[in-house]
């Protein structure tokens, strides 16, 4: 049943393929709004990884069911590619005129793409100038993504079988890009804490210029936790996320527990690395910090981070676009940072 009473048609979906988990949000645009129809999620499913087994069977009843159960009515998607499998990188470009430009794009990715291009799915951006305007001719970076035929040719497989029409594939990166930070133009870290993963992307002027991507994660956390306090995973989950508990009263209102300060070590490490090389690179330093993911709703992180970085640090809000039921907004506030690329993803087909 939908959030608001809608027929099926002109309904966006974005589907966020994760490790383990299957999010959904489905959007409806009226006049110049835009409304959340539905949305629905599922966590841990079997413990399996998704975007590495190959039974496209499962994967395809997977996605029938979480669509059922939550009564999405949607009959075409967007849908993630997974930021380990898509090969992203700036490329510097010389060409005398546009013209020439498809051809040196092609050249230059021969050179920096691990696969034969014959194998791989390009896609490409230029980088727009300081001052905002894109180049057409002389020197000029491009934002060059790859993506595996063969992972491509699986989704495909899925979703007919699924009988979902596959509007589109996008790296996460953009999708997140697109529901936090939306048409703002100024430098900004994006840091995605997902279960298994967390990416790092520096964005100027809607464009992921830098990006990183480390191991250590929202579950390392809670591994840590569980081992430390004799806790079983679930267990140490809901300890993590639970505003209130014993470790963060002692630490002060501003402080994060010990245990979690060592454990995240090396995402503040990296971020600083990433924050002090674009430092490095450009006279415009970055605006702020904008934190994702499930992760991101670890007690005080925002407020740790701003005193460790000396830099704005908040919650990225995907659902600040979007109109929706105000009873419904505490719930909302707490599952949107694990939404937001889904979200990012249903926002990709409104005009």
């Not at 630490?251 to 995240?264: F, R």
């Not at 407020?303 to 970085?309: C, G, I, N, T």
Request: hydrophobic fraction near 40%; aromatic fraction near 6%; proline fraction near 4%.
């Amino acid at each position: 049943m939908g959030l608001f009473s809608f027929g099926s048609d002109n309904l966006f979906l974005g589907i966020d393929i994760g490790d383990s988990s299957l999010k959904m949000v489905e959007l409806k645009k009226r006049g110049k709004k835009i409304y959340l129809s539905n949305y629905a999620f599922s966590e841990n499913v079997s413990e399996l990884n998704f975007n590495k087994i190959d039974d496209t069977d499962y994967l395809a009843s997977a996605i029938s069911k979480v669509v059922k159960e939550a009564g999405l009515q949607a009959r075409r998607a967007t849908v993630s590619l997974p930021t380990f499998a898509v090969f992203s990188s700036i490329i510097n470009i010389n060409v005398a005129n546009k013209k020439l430009l498809e051809k040196a794009v092609n050249d230059e990715a021969r050179k920096v793409i691990p696969l034969p291009l014959e194998e791989m799915i390009l896609d490409w951006k230029v980088v727009p100038e300081k001052n905002g305007k894109t180049p057409s001719s002389g020197n000029m970076q491009v934002f060059l993504t790859g993506s595996p035929k063969k992972l491509v040719k699986k989704y495909i497989e899925v979703f007919k079988k699924a009988n979902i029409a596959l509007s589109s594939l996008e790296t996460e990166t953009f999708s997140l890009v697109r529901a936090l930070v939306g048409d703002d133009k100024a430098p900004i870290l994006i840091v995605e804490i997902g279960a298994n993963t967390t990416d790092l992307s520096i964005v100027r002027e809607s464009i992921p210029v830098l990006n990183r991507s480390l191991s250590v994660c929202a579950s390392t956390i809670t591994k840590v936790l569980a081992e430390k306090l004799g806790m079983s995973f679930s267990q140490a989950e809901q300890f993590k996320l639970d505003l209130g508990f014993s470790l963060g009263e002692e630490s002060g209102s501003d402080v994060l527990p010990q245990i979690i300060i060592e454990t995240l070590e090396p995402i503040v490490t990296e971020m600083k690395y990433l924050m002090d090389f674009y430092h490095s690179q450009n006279e415009n330093k970055l605006e702020k910090v904008v934190l994702s993911g499930g992760g991101s709703l670890l007690l005080n992180l925002s407020d740790y981070l701003a005193k460790r970085l000396d830099i704005k640090v908040i919650i990225g809000d995907p659902w600040s676009r979007i109109n929706y039921p105000s009873e419904i907004k505490p719930v909302l506030m707490e599952v949107g940072p694990k939404l937001a690329v889904a979200i990012g993803l249903a926002m990709r087909e409104i005009g």
